[in-house]
């Protein structure tokens, strides 16, 4: 029973638009809302995260959007950069327990 | 500053051996995590700890999987006896979790095993 679900397993965008990735979840008892993002032979990295009182969080290229009701996430990247080529994991969660989700294969072609 | 570092970063074994993987999680951390991920699973919570203490191991496989925290600074995730199926990377995360902060988890870079 996956509470958290990445339904796009790979995505491919040009240099410089936006990418769009997205996740579901079940749970509406989830408290925070992070994004990691994993290059190959390395472990995952934070790269932002929303608390459950917002609904849109912004770090520079990176703006993460919550929508409660419809209990989905989704992180854009603009512009998308040929750095940004990486697996992004979704991942929620309380206090102390965070569910991931199978992530998305981001390509960005330059 | 020195990240989670674990150790070996690749084991090639025989079904039916014992595995060991170790962890040293960053100082001052409270919480540590071991993940497995897959390509069909992803990324799995295995089980937690809290100050040393096991939370929750609901997402340990089964019997053949144990985990210890025997103090702040190390952790194992031992397989015995061990199965094809259990070839994976596995992550351990650390963290200062409290009630305010948004828990933000430091991974190592993981520890490719492979059950032959």
């Known amino acids: 029973d996956q509470q958290v679900k990445q339904n796009s397993p790979s995505l491919s965008v040009q240099e410089g638009r936006i990418s769009i990735l997205n996740c579901d979840y079940t749970?509406?008892?989830?408290?925070?809302f992070l994004w990691y993002k994993k290059y190959p032979a390395e472990g995952p990295t934070f790269l932002i995260s929303?608390?459950?009182?917002?609904d849109k969080n912004e770090d520079g290229r990176f703006t993460v959007f919550l929508n409660k009701s419809a209990k989905h996430l989704s992180l854009h990247i603009v512009p998308s950069q040929p750095g940004d080529s990486a697996v992004y994991f979704c991942?929620?969660?309380?206090?102390?327990?965070?569910?991931f989700g199978t992530g998305t294969r981001l390509k960005v072609l330059a | 500053d020195a990240g989670v570092i674990q150790s070996p970063r690749h084991e090639v074994t025989e079904m039916g051996q014992e595995v060991t993987l170790r962890c040293k999680p960053i100082?001052?951390?409270?919480?540590l995590f071991w993940y497995r991920q897959t390509m069909m699973r992803g990324l799995e919570l295995l089980i937690y700890?809290?100050?040393?203490?096991?939370?929750?191991d609901s997402g340990m496989p089964e019997d053949r999987f144990s985990a210890k925290m025997p103090n702040a600074s190390f952790s194992t995730l031992k397989i015995q006896p061990s199965e094809p199926r259990d070839s994976a990377v596995y992550f351990c995360?650390?963290?200062?979790?409290?009630?305010?902060?948004?828990?933000?988890?430091?991974f190592g870079e993981g520890s490719r095993l492979t059950v032959l």
């Open positions: 995360a650390s963290s200062l979790l409290a009630a305010t902060n948004t828990g933000e988890l430091f």
């Open positions: 749970n509406s008892m989830f408290d925070y």
């Open positions: 929303i608390s459950s009182i917002k």
């Open positions: 991942a929620v969660g309380g206090t102390y327990k965070y569910i």
């Open positions: 100082s001052g951390h409270n919480s």
């Open positions: 700890f809290n100050n040393n203490v096991p939370i929750d």
